[in-house]
């Protein structure tokens, strides 16, 4: 049988160092997609002429990943992205110089090693501000009967392609809710992660249709990512 050839580079151990950034995702921004966001990170890395590493393979690329992956649509000022660097430089310059080369409405906010494993994260923060084609005190009224309910169901499908009846309502943590004489305005923490991922807009459609609700306009912004104990992620 003859013998699987080795990558070029199997007999290389580079020594890596990795980085974690946190970065907003505003404005126009929000409506690039999480594969444009890798390309778009990938040529900014490129760009900055960081010292990137590499996997190693037979098909070796630049590593990054991204332990939390963002809506279509969604702001956020708690997006987060690993990489690692075949050399030891401040964690300043390594913020300078890729921040520099983000697309309109993405700008690094911090950069410093890895804490916690992405496996770690649990819940996810969010602000949304909406408005419907009722009043918003009368909607806000309506929000506050929606959380009083001892089950919010809603339809998940599983990865058997089948459907099971969820009940959300233990997993919906709002911790503000106010309204002015345009929007509702709250902000809840939901569950993320790989065990159950819960995103904010199902929350408002479900409420929406619950009680036959026309959205006017919803804005959703994704605030902190955090571990089983409430401290943040990043």
């Not at 040529?43 to 992956?69: D, E, V």
């Not at 690692?84 to 430089?89: F, P, S, T």
Request: aromatic share 10%; glycine share 4%; hydrophobic share 40%.
């Amino acid at each position: 049988m003859a013998k699987m050839p080795e990558p070029k580079n199997a007999g290389l151990r580079i020594e890596r160092f990795d980085y974690r950034v946190v970065y907003q995702k505003c404005g126009r921004a929000k409506y690039i997609s999480h594969l444009d966001l890798m390309r778009a990170m990938q040529r900014a890395i490129k760009r900055s002429k960081l010292p990137i590493w590499y996997t190693q393979g037979f098909n070796p690329h630049i590593y990054i990943m991204f332990p939390l992956t963002l809506s279509l649509g969604f702001e956020s000022r708690a997006e987060v992205m690993d990489f690692a660097l075949v050399e030891n430089l401040p964690f300043e310059e390594v913020k300078e110089r890729l921040d520099e080369q983000l697309p309109e409405g993405m700008k690094l906010l911090s950069c410093a090693r890895p804490v916690h494993s992405h496996t770690e994260i649990a819940f996810a923060e969010y602000n949304i501000r909406f408005s419907a084609d009722r009043p918003p005190a009368e909607c806000m009224r309506l929000f506050e009967d929606f959380l009083s309910r001892d089950k919010i169901e809603i339809e998940k499908r599983t990865k058997k392609k089948t459907v099971n009846l969820v009940d959300i309502r233990p997993s919906v943590n709002v911790t503000r809710l106010d309204c002015d004489s345009r929007y509702v305005y709250l902000t809840v923490v939901l569950p993320a992660g790989g065990s159950f991922n819960l995103n904010a807009n199902t929350v408002i459609e479900t409420f929406m249709n619950m009680y036959f609700l026309t959205e006017d306009e919803i804005c959703i912004e994704r605030t902190k990512i955090m571990i089983d104990t409430g401290e943040n992620f990043t």
